[in-house]
Structures are given as structure tokens and as C-alpha cells.
T-cell receptor, first 109, second 113 residues
């Protein structure tokens, strides 16, 4: 069993839809990261959270430490949101990241 | 700030050849790391460093060497390339302290024939 599991693997949405991507982890963590990887390949950090909820524009990330679960929500989705979204758990003494396999999101106009 | 830079962007090698992937950061970050990304798999940690002169193995270190002689640079060496090392390689850095954001380089796409 992977230590970080994401669902769904692939997601197709219509422009304007509300999107949720889920992440479950089985390791003890100090923080949970959400990353975005565009088709060009570059990876950028969207959120880093260890409790509660964070919001940036149309993106919202939540985490439930007791249930070892995090969600990434996108409100009013847009074709430019099309990307791979990656969940990563930071743990261990050095804070190395353990990555999920990613969720490929495609938003159709 | 240039952030995290990687060279080359693309590379084709023949089996048995050696090469060095370059990684540099200008943010004075102590922690640097190398990952490989393969289809259907998450990013996997190859090697990491918590400061100049200190390196350690990650999840998939076999076939790779690293060194950290300066804070800025963290090169990844393939000693004798194998087709199984065909992958996209990402370098990343962050400030020390496990609560800091990690910054990724643009990646190097390596093909080993």
C-alpha cells in the first residue's frame, strides 16, 4: 500500500464546476503539501498545511489530522486549471517528502 | 532570483555512458534534493543534502552519486547509465526547518538508449 494515496487518478470537468481532489496518508507527518504540475512539466507549490484550512484565490486546501486526509478544492474551475495536482506528505527527521501519484485534471470550456 | 536552475533540459545517453545533471539555487537554502518522476509513479527521492558537505540516500539511490561542496550547487552523477534510468529528474531546495516551502527546478528529461 502506498503511503500517500490520491483520488481520483483522472478527472474531467466542465468549466465552472466545483472540483475536489482527495489525499490520504498513512505516515506521521509534519506538513501536507499540494503541488501543481503543468503540461510543460514545472512543479509549483500551492499549499503547505499542518492543520485546518488554507485558501488562495479559487483554491482551498483542508486537512484532517485525525483522519489522515486532505482535500484540494477548486471553485469555478477554468481551463487554465488543467494540470496534474500532486499531494505530498512531509515526515521523518529530515522532513523528506513522500509523493502521491498525482491527479490529472482536465477542465473543458 | 533565478530560483532553482537545472541543466541540461534534455539529454540522450547510450547505455554505459556517464554524465552529470547540474542543479543550482540562489536562495541560500540548506536543504536540496533530487527526485525522479516516472509514468504512473509519484516523484521518488534519489538523494538529499541538508547542507554543504552532508548528503544522504533517499528511496532510489542506486546508480547515482551526489556531492555538495557549496550551498548553491548539488550535482547528480550517473556513473554508468542504464535504460532504467530513463526518467524526468527534478532538483528542489528549501530553507532548513521542515515547515518551509520546497522550490522545484524545471526538470531534466533523460533518455538512455
Amino acid at each position: 500500500k502506498n503511503e500517500v494515496e490520491q483520488s481520483p487518478q483522472n478527472l474531467t470537468a466542465q468549466e465552472g464546476e466545483f472540483i475536489t481532489i482527495n489525499c490520504s496518508y498513512s505516515v506521521g507527518i509534519s506538513a501536507l503539501h499540494w503541488l501543481q504540475q503543468h503540461p510543460g512539466g514545472g512543479i509549483v507549490s500551492l499549499f503547505m498545511l499542518s492543520s485546518g484550512k488554507k485558501k488562495h484565490g479559487r483554491l482551498i486546501a483542508t486537512i484532517n489530522i485525525q483522519e489522515k486526509h486532505s482535500s484540494l478544492h477548486i471553485t469555478a474551475s477554468h481551463p487554465r486549471d488543467s494540470a496534474v495536482y500532486i499531494c505530498a506528505a512531509r515526515g521523518g527527521s529530515q522532513g523528506n517528502l513522500i509523493f502521491g501519484k498525482g491527479t490529472k485534471l482536465s477542465v473543458k470550456p | 532570483n533565478a530560483g532553482v536552475t537545472q541543466t541540461p533540459k534534455f539529454q540522450v545517453l547510450k547505455t554505459g555512458q556517464s554524465m552529470t545533471l547540474q542543479c543550482a539555487q540562489d536562495m541560500n537554502h540548506e536543504y536540496m534534493s533530487w527526485y525522479r518522476q516516472d509514468p504512473g509513479m509519484g516523484l521518488r527521492l534519489i538523494h538529499y543534502s541538508v547542507g554543504a558537505g552532508i548528503t544522504d540516500q533517499g528511496e532510489v539511490p542506486n546508480g547515482y552519486n551526489v556531492s555538495r561542496s557549496t550551498t548553491e550547487d548539488f550535482p547528480l552523477r550517473l556513473l554508468s547509465a542504464a535504460p532504467s534510468q530513463t526518467s524526468v529528474y527534478f532538483c528542489a531546495s528549501r530553507a532548513s526547518g521542515i515547515s518551509n516551502t520546497q522550490y522545484f527546478g524545471p526538470g531534466t528529461r533523460l533518455t538512455v538508449l
